[in-house]
C-alpha cells in the first residue's frame, strides 16, 4: 500500500497542534516554576527554623534568621523588630518579612551569621574595604560587641602592616581608617589616620577640607555620617593653626632685615661699632640675606608673605615650599681686605634659613603630634574598645 501524502492543509494543521502544544507546555512548567520555593542559591538560611526573613540590600538577598537572636542582638534591632509592622510574605515558609534596601548583604550578612554562631564566617585578614563595610553596619545597628573576637587582631594589622602600605595622599584609605578606629575603638590608629589627614589636607574655595584632586572628604564617605566623628573639624582648625605659626617666623625675620634690626652674626659688635669698613660689610650681609630670601620667597609664590587663609594646599605642601625658599637663601663672602674671624667662613652664621627651617620642621612635628581630638572623642573611643575588647588604649 503506497503512503498517503498529506496536503498542505493537513501540514498546517499539525503544525499549529504541536505549537498550541508547546505553549501548553511552558505555561504549565512557569507555573510550577513560580509556586516553588527560592532556591537555596537565592536564600541563606541561618537559623533551620528561623521564623523571620530579611531581604537585605536593593537585590534583595534573602537571610532566613530567628527573631529572638537578631532581637536580642542590640537595642536597635529590638526597637527595629517591636516598632515596626512587617507584613507575612504570602509565599514563604517564614511568619514575618523585614526589608532592607539600603544595607549592605555582605556586611550584615557577616553579623547576622556570626550571632546565629556561624563563627567560620568572619575573614582571618579582612582588606581595609571589608573591615569599613563591616564598621558601617555594626554602627547602623549598635553591633560592635559581635565582632570582639576578632578586632584586636583585625586592629593591629591595620595598624602595624595595611596602614604603612598606604600611598602619602591616599585620604580615602586614611578617611576609613579614621571610621574604623572610630567604631572598633583603637586610638592608635585614629590618632595616625588624623595625623596622616592633617599633613595631607587641602582646603577648596569654600574652606572645605579636600585630597589633591579637589575631592572634598565628607563627599569620599558619603556611606557614614562624619557629623559623628567631628576630629575632621578639629584636623581643618589645627591645619590653620600651623599654617599661621610656621608662617610668623619667616615674617619677623622679613621684617627685621627690611627694618634694619637683623644683625650680622660674624662681625664682633664692638668691631662694627667702631670700624667704618666693618659698618659696610654689616649692611652688605644683611642686604645679600635680604635679597636672597626675597627672591626665593617670590619664586616659591610666598612674597609677599600670605595669610593663613589665602593658602589652599596642606601642611605638608607649605612645609617643602618653605624649606625650599629657606635652602636658597645667600649669605656674603668676606672681603678680601679684611680678614675678621676667616674661619666663619661666607658670613654661614648670619644665614636665618637652616634655624627656620629647623623652627618650621619642629612647629609640624610638636603640633602634628598633638593632634589626638577632644576629650569627647577619647572617651567615645574608649566605651567602643569596652565593646570590642580593644584594651590597649
Known amino acids: 500500500m503506497e503512503p498517503s501524502i498529506d496536503s498542505e492543509s493537513d501540514k498546517r494543521q499539525r503544525m499549529m497542534s504541536l505549537d498550541d502544544t508547546e505553549l501548553s507546555l511552558a505555561s504549565l512548567s512557569l507555573e510550577?516554576?513560580?509556586?516553588?520555593?527560592?532556591?537555596?542559591?537565592?536564600?541563606?538560611?541561618?537559623?533551620?527554623?528561623?521564623?523571620?526573613?530579611?531581604k537585605i540590600g536593593p537585590?534583595?538577598?534573602?537571610?532566613?534568621?530567628?527573631?529572638r537572636t537578631v532581637l536580642r542582638s542590640s537595642a536597635v534591632w529590638a526597637s527595629i523588630l517591636h516598632k515596626r509592622v512587617a507584613m507575612p510574605d504570602p509565599d514563604s515558609t517564614t511568619s514575618v518579612t523585614v526589608e532592607l534596601p539600603d544595607d549592605d548583604p555582605w556586611a550584615l550578612g557577616l553579623l547576622l551569621a556570626i550571632i546565629h554562631g556561624d563563627f567560620s564566617r568572619p575573614p582571618a585578614s579582612p582588606k581595609l574595604e571589608e573591615l569599613f563595610r563591616l564598621t558601617i553596619a555594626t554602627h547602623k545597628y549598635d553591633m560592635a560587641h559581635v565582632l570582639r573576637p576578632w578586632a584586636a587582631?583585625?586592629?593591629?594589622?591595620?595598624d602595624h602592616k595595611q596602614m604603612s602600605s598606604f600611598e602619602a595622599e591616599d585620604a580615602l584609605s586614611y578617611l576609613r581608617s579614621l571610621w574604623i578606629a572610630w567604631e572598633l575603638g583603637d586610638s592608635s590608629i585614629f590618632n595616625s589616620a588624623a595625623r596622616a589627614l592633617l599633613k595631607l589636607a587641602e582646603v577648596d574655595g569654600d574652606d572645605n577640607l579636600v585630597d589633591e584632586a579637589g575631592v572634598r572628604f565628607d563627599d569620599m564617605l558619603n556611606e557614614v555620617h562624619f557629623?559623628?566623628?567631628?576630629?575632621?573639624?578639629?584636623?581643618?582648625?589645627?591645619?590653620?593653626?600651623?599654617?599661621?605659626?610656621?608662617?610668623?617666623?619667616v615674617d619677623k625675620t622679613l621684617q627685621a632685615l627690611l627694618e634694619g634690626t637683623y644683625q650680622c652674626l660674624t662681625l664682633p659688635r664692638d668691631v662694627q661699632a667702631k670700624d667704618e669698613l666693618a659698618a659696610q660689610i654689616e649692611s652688605d650681609c644683611t642686604t645679600m640675606v635680604l635679597g636672597s630670601l626675597i627672591k626665593a620667597l617670590v619664586k616659591e609664590d610666598l612674597f609677599p608673605i600670605p595669610s593663613s587663609s589665602d593658602i589652599f594646599e596642606s601642611v605638608s605642601q607649605l612645609q617643602s615650599r618653605l624649606r625650599r625658599a629657606l635652602s636658597a637663601v645667600q649669605t656674603l663672602r668676606p672681603h678680601t681686605t679684611v680678614d675678621l674671624h676667616a674661619d666663619r667662613e661666607f658670613h654661614m652664621s648670619c644665614n636665618p634659613g637652616p634655624h627656620l627651617i629647623e623652627t618650621i620642621d619642629e612647629i609640624c612635628?610638636?603640633?602634628?603630634?598633638?593632634?589626638?581630638?577632644?576629650?569627647a572623642h577619647q572617651e567615645h573611643i574608649r566605651a567602643q574598645?569596652?565593646?570590642?575588647?580593644?584594651?590597649?588604649?
Open 59 to 67: 537585590d534583595k538577598k534573602v537571610f532566613v534568621v530567628d527573631s
Open 153 to 158: 587582631k583585625w586592629c593591629d594589622k591595620l
Open 227 to 249: 557629623s559623628s566623628v567631628d576630629i575632621l573639624e578639629a584636623i581643618a582648625e589645627t591645619r590653620i593653626d600651623i599654617i599661621e605659626a610656621v608662617l610668623d617666623p
Open 32 to 54: 510550577r516554576a513560580a509556586s516553588l520555593p527560592p532556591s537555596r542559591a537565592d536564600v541563606t538560611r541561618l537559623d533551620e527554623h528561623g521564623d523571620l526573613q530579611l
Open 365 to 375: 612635628r610638636t603640633k602634628i603630634s598633638a593632634l589626638l581630638g577632644s576629650s
Open 385 to 393: 574598645a569596652a565593646k570590642t575588647g580593644r584594651y590597649d588604649i
